[in-house]
């Protein structure tokens, strides 16, 4: 897709070097990596997950296996109502460990009005009573219409426009940019 | 492909891509059932009703867990004790029921077409539970989710149906959804309960079991309705028993890793025997677990197909 208005906020070395400086951040607030588990958001959360999970992994240099989730926040949205024709289609939720007493990392690709996020808490409330739960953020794009802050962020990038993340595992490259 | 019906009454009418879409949508709602809190919100303040005109525990109880496990209010009908025995016509009952604010309505009745009449009728979705001999279209998607899901395709499977397949709406929605979906559907049972025109929808008619069974992925067993041998339909229960019942001895010239089904309630001893009941390859009670998981699905997709419906009158005015 070719977008008129189109402008590259992160080519490819700027995401990763935006993931390794996230998974830098997340170690230095978290001393125990026994204690921390990842949850990325449908659908590009995932990916991220993915990728921040090998980053930790290869950082810490441990044999510590880090539990890893998935998460679909289609059933536990507010505007259902206000879809209309882009119903959003339903994907899986797999978080095949106890969240009980852990340290939550939960991974989007953009932060904009926060209620993406207010839907994951609540659906993570529904898995058990985690001990923190963290947000990482690949771009946080400001305007919030909920008192949501990211604890970690590749990069803040105020803006009214939207902003399209493509990366290699579903869209075959990785770049971030505005697609008004 | 996005569901984009008001009503679900049969899968005669739906495209193969609608039947694919419902399957898809299954496992998300599926996973919900191994958490510690099971529900969903994704329809708080939608209201269920439960209509049924015959009685039924199992698709009732699916049907209303599946409802409360997305959040919504459910109210059961039996009509026994409404003003259906005061003479109420069904359109009435229905109009009553949407005065009352039901979104979906669940209907189960003796008689063929009733889901469709009130669906015409009425604004709310309804929900075919079962309607005489016609169709039971969400005990069809179950039982094809759970072949999907062992078997991770549908297309080229053999399958049989074994039994009373006249008066099987089980039957007829197990036929429209798997010819659709590219299987090879056999059925077997006493000629007298086996429809001639069955064949005209594309399935393989056997009068032996022995024969009917050979090199099958699948075997679905209907269940005997005892009070068909009244109408003298079969000759005796010992004697189907002799011909029709699915034993070890007759699965053996089955495919290896044959799954087994049935609809329920079963009658151990004469349409299955209770060591098939009970072996490894019986998949009676996930079924039951995937009804749930398939009902959820479709309440969904059609609380969703509401909602897009309804935007679109406001876009147009």
Not at chain 1, 151 to 166: A, D, H, P, R
Not at chain 2, 120 to 137: M, Q, R, T, W, Y
Request: charged share 25%; with cysteine; aromatic share 6%.
């Amino acid at each position: 897709m070719e977008e008129k208005n189109r402008k590259i906020i992160l080519d490819s070395g700027k995401i990763q070097t935006a993931i390794t400086k996230l998974a830098d951040d997340i170690l230095s607030k978290n001393d125990d990596i026994s204690k921390i588990a990842i949850v990325g958001i449908q659908t590009r959360g995932v990916y991220l997950a993915k990728r921040l999970l090998k980053e930790l992994t290869a950082k810490k240099n441990t044999d510590i296996e880090i539990p890893f989730g998935i998460l679909d926040i289609t059933l536990y949205r507010d505007d259902l109502g206000e879809m209309g024709a882009d119903f959003p289609t339903i994907k899986d939720t797999s978080i095949p460990f106890d969240i009980t007493a852990k340290n939550i990392i939960l991974i989007d690709d953009v932060l904009y009005t926060g209620r993406t996020i207010r839907s994951a808490l609540d659906v993570l409330k529904d898995y058990g009573r985690p001990k923190s739960i963290q947000l990482a953020v690949l771009i946080d794009r400001g305007y919030r219409e909920l008192p949501i802050q990211a604890n970690f962020i590749g990069l803040s990038y105020y803006t009214k426009e939207q902003i399209c993340v493509e990366l290699r595992e579903v869209d075959g490259q990785d770049t971030v940019y505005t697609c008004n | 492909m996005p569901f984009n019906r008001k009503d679900l009454l049969g899968l005669e009418e739906l495209e193969k891509k609608e039947i694919q879409t419902i399957i898809d949508s299954v496992k998300p709602f599926k996973s919900l059932f191994t958490r510690s809190i099971k529900k969903a919100p994704a329809l708080i303040g939608k209201t269920v009703v439960n209509l049924f005109y015959e009685p039924s525990t199992r698709t009732r109880t699916s049907f209303e867990i599946a409802a409360k496990r997305l959040s919504a209010d459910v109210v059961n009908i039996a009509t026994a004790t409404s003003s259906v025995v005061k003479g109420e016509s069904l359109i009435d009952t229905g109009k009553t029921l949407e005065a009352m604010k039901a979104d979906i309505i669940i209907i189960r009745h003796s008689l063929a077409g009733t889901p469709e009449i009130l669906a015409k009728n009425l604004n709310a979705s309804i929900i075919n539970a079962g309607d005489g001999f016609h169709e039971h279209p969400t005990q069809g998607l179950l039982d094809l989710y759970t072949i999907y899901e062992k078997k991770k395709k549908i297309e080229g499977l053999k399958i049989l149906l074994v039994g009373d397949i006249l008066h099987s709406r089980v039957a007829k929605s197990n036929i429209w959804a798997l010819t659709k979906m590219g299987a090879k559907v056999r059925v077997v049972g006493p000629p007298t309960l086996i429809p001639k025109n069955i064949a005209d929808l594309g399935v393989e008619i056997f009068y032996d079991l022995d024969k009917a069974i050979k090199d099958v992925d699948v075997v679905n067993i209907l269940r005997i309705q005892m009070e068909r041998q009244q109408e003298n339909l079969f000759p005796s229960v010992h004697e189907y028993v002799e011909l029709y019942q699915v034993t070890s001895e007759r699965l053996a010239n089955a495919k290896s890793g044959v799954l087994i089904m049935h609809p329920g309630p079963m009658n151990r001893g004469i349409e299955i025997s209770s060591s098939v009941a009970d072996s490894t390859s019986a998949v009676i009670n996930e079924q039951v677990t995937n009804g749930i998981a398939v009902r959820m699905a479709v309440l969904y997709l059609l609380s969703a197909a509401r909602i897009k419906q309804g935007k679109k009158h406001v876009n147009s005015n």
